[in-house]
């Protein structure tokens, strides 16, 4: 079974990744060549987290919103 395509990833996973990625760099060893990869591989999975985190963040801002608006929500 083939791994999905960065952009498919779930939260979770693309963290999980990303801290791999760290860890790799960190290490260190690298080729310049490898430690730039690795680098874009970072920048794509981080984009991937922050798009993730968006959502959720507008998901509860839609729900606390919901919730105010409420009838008898006392205010």
Excluded: F, I
Excluded at 17 to 23: M, N, P, Q, T, Y
Excluded at 29 to 41: D, I, P, T, V, Y
Aim: with cysteine; hydrophobic share 35%.
């Amino acid at each position: 079974m083939s791994e999905p395509a960065t952009e498919e990833l779930g939260y979770e996973q693309a963290r999980d990744r990303l801290v791999e990625v760290v860890r790799e760099l960190e290490a260190g060893g690298l080729s310049l060549e490898q430690s730039l990869e690795l680098w874009e591989k970072g920048e794509k999975l981080a984009k991937v987290c922050e798009r993730h985190l968006e959502g959720a963040r507008e998901r509860v801002e839609a729900a606390l919103a919901s919730v105010e608006d409420e009838p008898g929500n006392g205010q």
